[in-house]
């Protein structure tokens, strides 16, 4: 692994990111108008905002930077620039972790805008501190990168990769506990929703945003995602094939 | 002193989909020289340059390149390979797409502008810096690929239809590139499949259904043929090669 490949791996990826202004507007601007669509939406019960707008500052990077990452690692392999890159004294940690660090760049950029306008804006009220939701978007950020990269080597197309959103992501949305309790599911689902990252997502979000520290269950949660990041990196660098049939 | 092949092919076999498309094929390549890869589309001409490069999994035989083993990892920056559909980032510029591989391949940056102006990008300012690749004219893209497999200043470049698709100027422009680049002392293997493109090359290689059927200079073959030109040559072998066939099949009933 060279740093040298990894920083300009890095560089290349938001590059590409710089050149497509409207993607970079899209990021920032999407996830506001969301959060003050639910904050009207639920204008008249009162403490849900603020019970649901802190986790989904939190876990828009991570659906965003999935979807992002399978389309952009799935034009790598149907243009033929991975198949260059494989040819080239390029190890796979680099290309996967230049990614990593170019995304988890604009996840901060993100979580940074998004929270801005969250918590001033629209007057989100949450009891931890606000850097810690910016930190675990971060690493939300990371783990949707990852899973991205991951299935991206299922999907030969475009319109495939695309379904996996709600195909990957949906599900674990609804499972991770931020519409209903977890517990107040039906016993199968709420045992699935154990096996889901996002449920550990979700639950060290909701721990910042209803009790103010992280805490030791909230690290587990975190370490947690961490886990399920590294998994699913090493899941994916399995995909990347230098020779292929 | 004899000279080492660049390419030895040894008894090759790659089988794709179930289906064998290069059955036991072996070749030598000559250091310093243009190697025409020629035969019809479907022949086998890109998984011969894929299992050359070492991206191709194969199901039996030896490919060596420059005395080591086909996609071995001292082979990374020393092969030059350029895939038939231009592999550059659409959404970059050319420089962008050039520095970033400089960097990939330990180049020095001043190779960026030197590849540049072996593949004559330099004139058009615009095209080089500001232009994104996939608004670029499909000749310029093709230029921008073959520049970035020349930023390591490969002994071995690898071309997979570098002129298909392109006019008949910018092709006689391509083709004056890679002799310049022979002329240097880098070993060329270009496919493609079309025949006038075979005068160009000092060597042919004549590829139909995965088998070999020439492997000889375009003189050579001229004179073996009788034919007045490559493209009546290669007829000649093709229509050959399906008798021969035929009275195989009839032999063995």
């Not at chain 1, 939190?58 to 389309?71: A, E, H, Q, R």
């Not at chain 1, 604009?106 to 804006?121: E, G, K």
């Not at chain 2, 079309?194 to 060597?203: G, K, L, Q, R, Y």
Request: proline share 5%; hydrophobic share 50%.
């Amino acid at each position: 692994m060279s740093p040298r490949i990894t920083v300009a791996t890095g560089v290349r990826v938001l590059l590409q990111l710089r050149h497509d202004p409207r993607t970079l507007g899209l990021l920032i601007v999407v996830p506001c108008v969301l959060l003050a669509v639910i904050k009207g939406a639920f204008t008249g019960q009162a403490g849900t905002f603020d019970r649901i707008g802190g986790p989904l500052v939190g876990l828009f990077p991570l659906i965003i930077m999935f979807l992002i990452t399978s389309i952009t690692m799935l034009r790598e392999r149907t243009t033929g620039t991975l198949e260059r890159l494989m040819t080239m004294p390029l190890s796979k940690l680099d290309l996967l972790a230049g990614y990593g660090v170019a995304f988890a760049l604009v996840a901060v950029v993100q979580a940074c805008a998004v929270s801005a306008f969250a918590f001033l804006v629209l007057g989100l009220d949450v009891a931890g501190s606000p850097a810690l939701v910016i930190v675990l978007a971060t690493a939300n950020a990371l783990l949707g990168m990852a899973l991205g990269l991951f299935v991206s080597a299922f999907a030969t197309t475009e319109f495939q990769a695309v379904q996996f959103m709600p195909a990957f992501i949906l599900p674990q949305l609804l499972l991770c506990g931020l519409f209903v309790a977890r517990n107040e599911m039906v016993g199968l689902l709420e045992a699935i929703s154990w096996g889901l990252p996002m449920t550990y997502a979700y639950d060290a979000l909701s721990r910042v945003t209803e009790s103010g520290p992280l805490g030791g269950d909230g690290l587990a949660d975190l370490g947690v995602t961490v886990g399920s990041m590294l998994l699913a990196l090493g899941l994916g660098a399995l995909t990347l094939r230098r020779r292929t049939a | 002193m004899a000279r080492e092949p660049v390419i030895s092919v040894a008894r090759l076999e790659v089988i794709r989909g179930g289906r064998q498309v290069l059955p036991e094929i072996s070749l030598e390549i000559e250091p310093g020289s243009i190697t025409g890869l020629l035969g019809p589309s479907g022949a086998g001409k890109t998984t011969l340059i894929r299992a050359i490069v070492g991206v191709q999994i194969v199901a039996s035989g030896e490919v060596g390149v420059l005395g080591e083993p086909a996609g071995s990892p001292a082979l990374r920056d020393r092969v030059g390979y350029v895939t038939q559909a231009p592999s550059v980032y659409g959404d970059l510029t050319a420089r962008e797409n050039l520095e970033y591989f400089a960097k990939v391949l330990d180049a020095p940056p001043e190779r960026v502008d030197a590849v540049i102006e072996t593949v004559n990008l330099e004139r058009v300012d615009q095209v080089v810096n500001t232009q994104l690749v996939s608004s670029l004219s499909g000749g310029q893209r093709s230029r921008v690929s073959l520049a970035t497999a020349l930023l390591s200043e490969p002994e071995l470049l690898i071309l997979d239809e570098p002129t298909t698709g392109l006019d008949p100027v910018l092709r006689d422009d391509l083709w004056k590139t890679f002799r310049g680049l022979a002329t240097r002392g880098v070993t060329l293997l270009v496919s493609s499949h079309v025949m006038d493109e075979a005068a160009h090359c000092d060597s042919l290689l004549l590829l139909r259904d995965g088998r070999l059927l020439a492997d000889e200079t375009p003189e050579g073959l001229l004179r073996r043929t009788g034919a007045s030109d490559l493209d009546d040559a290669f007829l000649r072998l093709v229509e050959h090669d399906g008798e021969s066939e035929r009275a195989a099949q009839g032999g063995a009933q």
